[in-house]
């Protein structure tokens, strides 16, 4: 079992770039989940998806970011244009069965940094 | 709304020394609860979960946890605590949605 894979490990980019962060599910789980965590904000959920539909993305910020899950495999997370006040660390997180009754395995996480 | 509710953000015990790490819950349904542990620069692991059953639940590293109904409380304890612990601690608790709800997390320091 290779864990949750999440690509790039850093990402250091320019304002008003596009950034795409990568992640990998355990293979059979059928929830995944993105995560943010900032010092000042904690962690935070942005969206989440149940077999490749998103279900809950009420914490995506705004318009910039978007998710997709096209296959039961691979979630990307983009942000479009970037800004400094994304810069934090970008987690995803999958489970199998009802995530409040299992848990979640979360990946290494991405950090990124907007200057 | 659910929340998870950690009794401070950081806590400070001696190498050996025991550790407690409070986490308080509120939910209006009978609760699934977990305690995450994140080490620099990782992301979280799964250190115990409750479910049903025993309320006394034994993770990893010689961690445990005790759910208290009466108290609404989950706290994570540790007899003796070691170098190697030193990390930042979550509580969370199955919500409503069908996610997690995580407190905002406890940093764990030991000193020699």
């Known amino acids: 079992d290779a864990g949750v894979i999440q690509s790039p490990r850093h990402e250091v980019t320019e304002m008003g770039q596009e950034v795409t962060l990568r992640c990998k599910p355990i293979?059979?789980?059928?929830?995944l989940f993105w995560y943010r965590q900032t010092m000042m904000r904690g962690l935070e959920l942005l969206i989440y998806?149940?077999?490749?539909?998103?279900?809950?993305d009420s914490g995506m910020p705004e318009d910039r970011f978007s998710a997709k899950m096209p296959n039961a495999s691979f979630s990307t997370l983009k942000i479009q244009p970037s800004e400094p006040r994304d810069s934090a660390v970008y987690f995803c997180?999958?489970?199998?069965?009802?995530?409040?009754?299992?848990?979640?395995?979360f990946g290494s996480g991405t950090r990124l940094t907007v200057v | 709304a659910q929340s998870v509710t950690q009794l401070g953000s950081h806590v400070s015990v001696s190498e050996g020394a025991l550790v407690l790490l409070r986490c308080n819950y509120s939910?209006?349904?009978?609760?699934?609860l977990f305690w995450y542990v994140q080490y620099p620069n990782q992301g979280l692991q799964l250190l115990l979960k409750?479910?049903?059953?025993?309320?006394l639940v034994k993770g990893i590293n010689g961690f445990e946890a005790e759910f208290k109904k009466s108290e609404t409380s989950f706290h994570l304890t540790k007899p003796s605590a070691h170098m190697s612990d030193a990390a930042e601690y979550f509580c969370?608790?199955?919500?409503?949605?069908?996610?997690?709800?995580f407190g905002k997390g406890t940093k764990l320091s030991v000193k020699p």
């Open positions: 939910s209006s349904v009978p609760p699934y």
């Open positions: 969370a608790a199955g919500g409503s949605q069908g996610n997690l709800i």
């Open positions: 409750y479910t049903t059953g025993a309320t």
């Open positions: 293979s059979g789980h059928d929830y």
């Open positions: 998806f149940n077999n490749n539909v998103p279900i809950d």
């Open positions: 997180a999958s489970s199998t069965g009802p995530p409040r009754v299992s848990g979640y395995t």
